[in-house]
C-alpha cells in the first residue's frame, strides 16, 4: 500500500538555525498539508498546498515558513530561523479527496 | 476562530469496557473526521461524516455526527487492548477549504 513518507526522523538544530523537512506524498494525490504536533498535544494545521500554490495557512504559519514542491515527488517545509518553541513533531499529509494520509512525522528539537 | 474540543482528555478502562469520546465545534462543521494516534506514531483516518444526524459503524466502533453538525462522537463497545491510542475528531468548516482542526484528542488505556 502506497504511504507517505519523511525524512529526517528526527532533527536537531540549534536555535535560530534553518531547517527543512523533506515530504515524499502519495503519488497520485493533489492535496499536500503539514501539521505540527507538540508533545503530548493536538495536532494543529499549519498550511495546505494545492496546484502548486499555497490554498490555506494557519496563523501559525508566519514569515519564517515557507512550503515547496521542487519537483514532482517532494513537499518540503522550511523553517527560517528556528525558536525554541518549534521544538514539536512535524507530519504530512496528502489526500486525493478526503481521507488525508499522515506520513511518519519529524521530530524536530531546537536547542 | 474555529475551535473543537474534546472530552474526556484521558479515559482508562479495563478490556470488555464500552469508551465513548466526544466533540464539539464552535461554528457548524461541513464534515467531521475521526483519526486514531497509536503511541509513538501517526494520525490514521477512521471515518469521515458529511450528513446530520448520520450514524456509521466499523466493528466494534459507532460514530455520530449531531443534527446541527456541531457535534459527534465516537462509542466503542466492548474494548481491546488493540484499541489502546489517543482519538482525534477534526472538523471542516464550511467555508475552510480543506483544513482540518483538530480536537484535543481522548487517550485511551485499556487494562487487560
Known amino acids: 500500500e502506497p504511504e507517505v513518507t519523511q525524512t529526517p526522523s528526527h532533527q536537531v538544530t540549534q536555535m535560530g538555525q534553518e531547517v527543512i523537512l523533506r515530504c515524499v506524498p502519495i503519488?497520485?494525490?493533489?492535496?499536500f498539508y503539514w501539521y505540527r504536533q507538540i508533545l503530548g498535544q493536538k495536532v494543529e494545521f499549519l498550511v495546505s498546498?494545492?496546484?502548486?500554490?499555497?490554498?490555506?495557512k494557519s496563523e501559525i504559519f508566519d514569515d519564517q515558513f515557507s512550503v515547496e514542491r521542487p519537483d514532482g515527488s517532494n513537499f518540503t517545509l522550511k523553517i527560517r530561523s528556528t525558536k525554541l518553541e518549534d521544538s514539536a513533531m512535524y507530519f504530512c499529509?496528502?489526500?486525493?479527496?478526503?481521507?488525508?494520509?499522515f506520513g511518519p512525522g519529524t521530530r524536530l528539537t531546537v536547542t | 476562530g474555529q475551535q473543537v474540543m474534546q472530552i474526556p482528555q484521558y479515559q482508562h478502562v479495563q478490556e470488555g469496557e464500552d469508551f465513548t469520546t466526544y466533540c464539539n465545534s464552535s461554528?457548524?462543521?461541513?464534515?467531521i473526521q475521526w483519526y486514531k494516534q497509536r503511541p509513538g506514531g501517526h494520525p490514521v483516518f477512521l471515518i469521515q461524516?458529511?450528513?446530520?444526524?448520520e450514524v456509521k459503524k466499523q466493528k466494534r466502533l459507532t460514530f455520530q455526527f449531531g443534527e446541527a453538525k456541531k457535534n459527534s462522537s465516537l462509542h466503542i463497545t466492548a474494548t481491546q487492548t488493540t484499541d489502546v491510542g489517543t482519538y482525534f475528531c477534526?472538523?471542516?468548516?464550511?467555508?475552510?477549504?480543506?483544513?482540518?482542526?483538530f480536537g484535543e484528542g481522548t487517550q485511551l488505556t485499556v487494562n487487560p
Open positions: 461554528t457548524t462543521l461541513s464534515n
Open positions: 461524516l458529511v450528513k446530520s444526524g
Open positions: 499529509a496528502s489526500t486525493r479527496g478526503y481521507e488525508q494520509y
Open positions: 498546498f494545492y496546484n502548486n500554490e499555497i490554498s490555506e
Open positions: 503519488s497520485n494525490h493533489l492535496y
Open positions: 477534526a472538523g471542516k468548516r464550511q467555508t475552510s477549504g480543506s483544513r482540518l482542526t
